[in-house]
């Protein structure tokens, strides 16, 4: 059982930043693969990023490509998400997910673990 908790959400003026990080607990970090998922209101989760084990592979949705990264710490068992140059239409529940796997895809299916989510709040 993996235990992960999402922090770093809140309220942020459109072209602003914000880092969630996702804290894993229970197993051992470097053995899963990560996402982070978002979930706006009357929406379904949808992929956002992920990152191999080892975090030298990631991958992204392309309406975040070139504004948010994400990476890992496996000494920390911390995975992150920055995010630049918002718009309001991120604003969402960003969830982090962990999966078995070492190249999880976009599949909310291939996901074994997740958070219960964070609120990022993006004003025009």
């Known amino acids: 059982q993996v235990q992960l908790v999402e922090s770093g959400g809140g309220l942020v003026q459109a072209g602003g930043s914000l880092r969630l990080s996702c804290a894993a607990s229970?197993?051992?970090?470097?053995?899963?693969?990560m996402g982070w998922f978002r979930q706006a209101p009357g929406k379904e989760r949808q992929f956002v990023a992920r990152i191999s084990r080892s975090g030298s592979s990631t991958y992204y949705t392309n309406s975040v490509k070139g504004r948010f990264t994400i990476s890992r710490d496996n000494a920390k068992n911390t995975v992150y998400l920055q995010m630049n140059s918002l718009k309001p239409e991120d604003t969402a529940v960003y969830y982090c997910?962990?999966?078995?796997?070492?190249?999880?895809?976009?599949?909310?299916?291939?996901?074994?673990?997740w958070g219960q989510g964070t609120q990022v709040t993006v004003s025009s």
């Open positions: 229970g197993r051992t970090f470097s053995n899963y693969g």
């Open positions: 997910a962990a999966a078995n796997t070492n190249y999880p895809d976009s599949n909310l299916n291939s996901y074994n673990y």
